[in-house]
């Protein structure tokens, strides 16, 4: 049982938009920033979202994120197939004990 | 190039002991926190154990406190995990990560490593 809750699975068509949520508590997400990960099949996870809401150099602004109270949410606007893929939040419950969510498998119709 | 490169996963018996190295390049790796993160089969990720960039904050998920020690030598740009007592719940593809703010104990993790396997069966 992972300490963040996410769906375990999301999907929309080619074009489409699609949210993922992530859950958690005033120890978590409630008091630090939240960061999301993208693992294609095979691969080793990639950051996608820091600090909330902010992309690194290379990650389209197709892909956002946002952050309310113990919940956060990523977006990604016009679905591509090559976004399928498993999708992780991640943040802290204190200094040096990082947490994840389960993960969302994203299937694009 | 900036790379994290595992390895010393491989097959070892319940209660034996494994010991694993990631050896970091192409950036200042004494400046940087590094973080272990495993994934079960078929499973998510699961925070393992971090530690600072001058090894003096240094902090353990539940499941594995007291059976592993992470350490790391910056003088050779390596971040170690020491696994002791393992259990078969142990068996996962462990990555390293680097954090990405220079100093800081935590953070996002802005670099991973391909991960090496670790299955632990009789």
């Known amino acids: 049982q992972s300490v963040l809750t996410q769906p375990p699975s999301v999907s929309a068509a080619p074009g489409q938009k699609v949210t993922i949520s992530?859950?958690?508590?005033?120890?978590?997400?409630?008091?630090?920033?939240?960061?999301?990960?993208?693992?294609?099949?095979?691969?080793?996870?990639?950051?996608?979202?820091?600090?909330?809401?902010?992309?690194?150099s290379g990650i389209p602004d197709r892909f956002s994120g946002s952050k309310s109270g113990t919940s956060?949410?990523?977006?990604?606007?016009?679905?591509?197939?090559?976004?399928?893929?498993?999708?992780?939040?991640?943040?802290?419950?204190?200094?040096?004990?990082?947490?994840?969510?389960?993960?969302?498998k994203l299937t694009v119709l | 190039e900036v790379q994290l490169v595992e390895s010393g996963g491989g097959l070892v018996q319940p209660g034996r002991s494994l010991r694993l190295s990631c050896?970091?390049?192409?950036?200042?790796?004494?400046?940087?926190?590094?973080?272990?993160?495993?994934?079960?089969?078929?499973?998510?990720?699961?925070?393992?154990?971090g530690i600072s960039w001058n090894s003096g904050s240094i902090g353990y998920a539940d499941s594995v406190k007291g059976r592993f020690t992470i350490s790391r030598d910056n003088a050779k740009n390596s971040l170690y995990l020491q696994m002791?007592?393992?259990?078969?719940?142990?068996?996962?593809?462990?990555?390293?990560?680097?954090?990405?703010?220079?100093v800081a104990a935590s953070g996002y993790f802005d670099l991973w490593g391909r991960g090496t396997l670790v299955t632990v069966s009789s």
């Open chain 2, 84 to 102: 002791n007592s393992l259990r078969a719940e142990d068996t996962a593809l462990y990555y390293c990560a680097k954090v990405a703010m220079v």
């Open chain 1, 22 to 56: 992530c859950s958690g508590s005033s120890s978590n997400i409630g008091n630090n920033y939240v960061s999301w990960y993208q693992q294609l099949p095979g691969t080793a996870p990639k950051l996608l979202i820091y600090d909330n809401n902010k992309r690194p």
């Open chain 1, 72 to 104: 956060a949410t990523l977006g990604i606007t016009g679905l591509q197939t090559g976004d399928e893929a498993d999708y992780y939040c991640g943040t802290w419950d204190s200094s040096l004990s990082g947490v994840f969510g389960g993960g969302t």
């Open chain 2, 23 to 49: 050896a970091a390049s192409g950036f200042t790796f004494d400046d940087y926190a590094m973080h272990w993160v495993r994934q079960a089969p078929g499973k998510g990720l699961e925070w393992v154990s």
